[in-house]
T-cell receptor, first 113, second 112 residues
Framework: DADVTQTPRNRITKTGKRIMLECSQTKGHDRMYWYRQDPGLGLRLIYY???????NKGEISDGYSVSRQAQAKFSLSLESAIPNQTALYFC????????????FGPGTRLLVL | QKEVEQDPGPLSVPEGAIVSLNCTYS??????FMWYRQYSRKGPELLMY????GNKEDGRFTAQVDKSSKYISLFIRDSQPSDSATYLCAMSVGSSASKIIFGSGTRLSIRP
């Protein structure tokens, strides 16, 4: 079984709808991250969490919110989706080592019409 | 200007060739340099990292950092079709993953 899972893998939604992307991990890591990937722009950090009670904004948090329900679960919400939020979304975990190694999930492909 | 620049490719080479992938950057404070490999429909996976300047070798892969030129490279020797993927460079000032800046990725195709 995959260490980092994301649901759904693909989602089509309409402008203005609320949508939640979910991430679960079995690696036992405290640190979790949400990124979006766009062609030509690479990966950009949306939010990150170093433990259950710690939530931090990343580079592009506007229009997004997160919830860390447990050590193993970190969800990303788009309160009112807009077309420029169409992207590939990745969840990642890390072990917080001397040089952090991040482990990425398989991604969620989101299309906002 | 982006902090990290990476040619998007695509780059197509025959099997067995030596591949050179490169990134340039503008922030001289970057100390940690990473290369991620991303297969189609998958998340990125860390291939290797170097700290500060110099070379690091891991099997067929060599990472090279030239801080004076703000230029990093990944060399792949004896390239295989299984190396076909998108390669992303990434770098950070400190070791925290929350501060990593990623390049946009170079798509590489190895022709059998």
């Amino acid at each position: 079984d995959a260490d980092v899972t994301q649901t759904p893998r693909n989602r089509i939604t309409k402008t203005g709808k609320r949508i939640m992307l979910e991430c679960s991990q079995t690696k036992g890591h405290d640190r979790m991250y949400w990124y979006r990937q766009d062609p030509g722009l690479g990966l950009r950090l949306i939010y990150y969490s170093f433990d259950v009670k710690d939530i931090n904004k990343g580079e592009i948090s506007d229009g997004y919110s997160v919830s860390r329900q447990a050590q193993a679960k970190f969800s990303l919400s788009l309160e009112s989706a807009i077309p420029n939020q169409t992207a590939l979304y990745f969840c990642a975990t890390s072990d917080g080592g001397t040089v952090e190694t991040q482990y990425f999930g398989p991604g969620t492909r989101l299309l906002v019409l | 200007q982006k902090e990290v620049e990476q040619d998007p490719g695509p780059l197509s080479v025959p099997e067995g060739a030596i591949v050179s992938l490169n990134c340039t950057y503008s922030n001289s404070a970057f100390q940690y340099f990473m290369w991620y490999r991303q297969y189609s429909r998958k998340g990125p996976e860390l291939l290797m990292y170097t700290y500060s300047s110099g070379n690091k070798e891991d099997g067929r892969f060599t990472a090279q950092v030239d801080k004076s030129s703000k230029y990093i490279s990944l060399f792949i020797r004896d390239s295989q079709p299984s190396d076909s993927a998108t390669y992303l460079c990434a770098m950070s000032v400190g070791s925290s993953a929350s501060k990593i800046i990623f390049g946009s990725g170079t798509r590489l195709s190895i022709r059998p």
